[in-house]
């Protein structure tokens, strides 16, 4: 039960102290360094989330029009 309660905010805060932790110990960077990399992994994460259904909105949009529209049409 445990498990499954946490699943959302790990999904949300894996990128970013994944790059933090990553950046501290294996590139071997101080901490500012490390925290600018981590906002940047959950910064990319957060605009995946919005920009990636957008598209897929917009070629479902599309294809919806082109299908409607017939063949003959441009």
């Given at each position: 039960m445990g498990s499954t309660v946490c699943i959302p905010?790990?999904?949300?805060?894996?990128p970013f102290l994944g790059a933090v932790l990553g950046?501290?110990?294996f590139a071997g960077k101080k901490a500012p360094e490390a925290f600018k990399a981590g906002f940047?992994?959950?910064l990319g994460?957060?605009?995946g989330m919005i920009f990636k259904p957008?598209?897929?909105?917009w070629f479902i949009f599309c294809f919806i029009k082109a299908l409607i529209a017939g063949p003959d049409s441009p």
């Open positions: 905010w790990g999904v949300i805060i894996g950046e501290l110990l940047g992994a959950f994460f957060i605009l957008s598209v897929c909105g």
